[in-house]
């Protein structure tokens, strides 16, 4: 690992991060009006904080690098992390890549080794030596306990590596030396740490999960199984697919409307320019009046936030909320799109764990 020196570095270089005209160095946050400009910065070597733009480009392209969250990196007990792509020894989607899912196209050994570079990189492994050539030898990852997801609002809490894998999109622990995670490529991964009685959770939010309220419900099952209250929570919301690219149909905004009384806060519209119409208004002509005809409209929506809204209605303040503005799909040559790689691609992962 290369150690970075700079505490901030350059943005990505100048070019259409998205394809949607937005200028290098800009990402949206959830106000769709408010391009924000943010910075990332090295905290030590190949990590990155993730409350900003992660520069895609750096010195060494393939540098292993991993996210952590601004308001979770302070906990000495807990082990966190976001992957990206990079650094990695995958090589069926792009060569380096750190696919961290049994994907189909992947081998699992290469999988494992990926897993296991990832975990040794957040400080997920046991460390009995001291020395640096006793941790050469004797590290080896903890644990490590994923889901089949399903896009539901199941949660599992855990004490010990299940027999057989589980199905859900939530799993809680407060065993120290268990890891949960959960693995996405669009869809947005969630942490949540109670600080007080050291208990984590990590949630799948893609819209579905995100409409049956994976996140808010899990606030609830944290003071189930361990009496957390939400003003000692604190939670992040990983890199996901934004709103400046996540296209949904009506259906979906049909499904929010139906029971989030602040639905249409979660939504933009885009009207489509069409050349065509605009060229020959006359072949639309309809009821309207000539040229008036309604544009198709795009329907963007904003996952990130709605989870936001979640954490907020179960008791969370909002200062305890971090959520990364890194759109999947705009960075995919840091991050996994499912979208941006049409349905061919890898995983990456959101891990939370208690040190002893
Ligand atoms: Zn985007």
Redesign the pocket.
């Known amino acids: 690992m290369t150690v970075l020196k700079s505490s901030r570095l350059p943005l990505v270089e100048d070019r259409n991060i998205?394809g949607a005209g937005f200028p290098a160095g800009m990402v949206?946050s959830g106000d769709q009006n408010l391009p924000i400009s943010a910075c990332a910065r090295i905290t030590s070597a190949g990590r990155v904080l993730y409350d900003g733009l992660v520069p895609v480009k750096t010195s060494k392209k393939n540098q292993r690098t991993v996210l952590v969250a601004k308001n979770l990196s302070p906990l000495s007990w807990l082990v966190h992390g976001f992957s990206t792509r990079l650094g990695g020894s995958s090589c069926v989607y792009h060569k380096g890549d750190l696919n961290l899912g049994f994907t189909k196209d992947d081998s699992r050994a290469v999988v494992e080794r990926n897993r296991s570079t990832f975990l040794g990189e957040i400080g997920a492994s046991d460390v009995p030596g001291r020395s640096r050539e006793a941790r050469k030898k004797t590290s080896f990852p903890w644990p490590l306990v994923t889901l089949r997801q399903i896009h539901s609002d199941i949660i599992h809490r855990i004490d010990a590596l299940p027999g057989a894998e589980l199905a859900g999109d939530g799993l809680l622990t407060a065993t120290p030396e268990l890891l949960v995670a959960i693995q996405t490529a669009d869809c947005f991964p969630i942490i949540l740490v109670d600080v007080k009685r050291r208990a984590v959770g990590v949630f799948h939010a893609g819209w579905r999960g995100t409409a049956k309220r994976v996140v808010e419900k899990g606030v609830g099952e944290m003071f189930r199984h361990f009496g957390s209250r939400p003003r000692d929570l604190r939670a992040a919301i990983g890199p996901g697919?934004?709103s400046?690219?996540y296209e949904v149909g009506e259906e979906v905004r049909t499904n929010f409307e139906s029971q989030f009384e602040y639905a249409n806060e979660l939504f933009r519209e885009v009207k489509e320019s069409d050349p065509v119409r605009e060229r020959y208004p006359l072949l639309f002509l309809t009821a309207c009046a000539p040229g008036h005809g309604e544009l198709p409209v795009k329907i963007f929506l904003d996952i990130a936030e709605a989870n936001r809204r979640q954490l907020l209605a179960a008791g969370l303040p909002a200062k305890n909320i971090e959520i990364s503005t890194l759109?999947t799909?705009?960075n995919n040559d840091l991050l996994f799109s499912h979208r941006a790689e049409k349905g061919r691609t890898g995983r990456q992962m959101a891990v939370a764990g208690i040190r002893e």
């Open positions: 998205d949206f697919i934004q400046c690219c759109c799909k705009c």
